[in-house]
């Protein structure tokens, strides 16, 4: 396998095509219903630590961050993380995981939420949720609800809502 050179860098409107694109890709239609992609529905992703993976001039993967609250505690909700097929298990997708909790941790976000694989994750400082301590306003796999502690701080718990307190 050939090695890529990636370039990352802040996602800018530009590009929403292709990482929606890449999105479709990777979750199909059916993505819209998912409990994560309702929970970002309606609440942009933040500017700042949203980022794009390219190689040459394609866009190859994207990483969004999400403002949440965790009951009353601000959190970032953590994805969708894609890469397009030509390029999974390249480093592409570590490599947008690592550059965007080290911009959340330089901007003094505390808390990262995701729902996900965690034997993946954990190579990230995702832990496992216990059961119930984080709901959310849907299904989900108990299993797949992952948070890293950026401060080392306590977990928090409680309702997922909206970073302006409206309920979903």
Do not use: C
């Not at 999105?23 to 239609?29: L, R, W």
């Not at 947008?96 to 990262?112: F, I, N, S």
């Amino acid at each position: 396998m050939k090695p890529v050179n990636w370039f990352i860098r802040l996602e800018d409107i530009n590009d929403n095509t292709e990482v929606e694109a890449l999105q479709e890709t990777a979750f199909g239609p059916g993505r819209f219903a998912r409990t994560a992609f309702r929970i970002r529905e309606g609440v942009p992703h933040r500017a700042d630590l949203s980022f794009v993976g390219l190689s040459g001039s394609m866009v190859a993967g994207s990483v969004r961050l999400t403002d949440i609250l965790i009951g009353e505690t601000p959190a970032l909700l953590l994805g969708p993380l894609t890469v397009a097929p030509e390029f999974k298990n390249r480093g592409l997708g570590k490599a947008l995981m690592w550059t965007a909790l080290e911009a959340a941790k330089k901007a003094g976000d505390k808390v990262v939420l995701l729902v996900g694989d965690a034997a993946y994750y954990e190579n990230f400082g995702f832990q496992r949720v216990p059961f119930g301590a984080i709901e959310l306003p849907g299904p989900v796999d108990p299993a797949r609800v992952l948070v890293a502690m950026l401060d080392g701080g306590d977990q928090p718990t409680g309702m997922v809502g909206k970073p302006y307190g409206e309920a979903f």
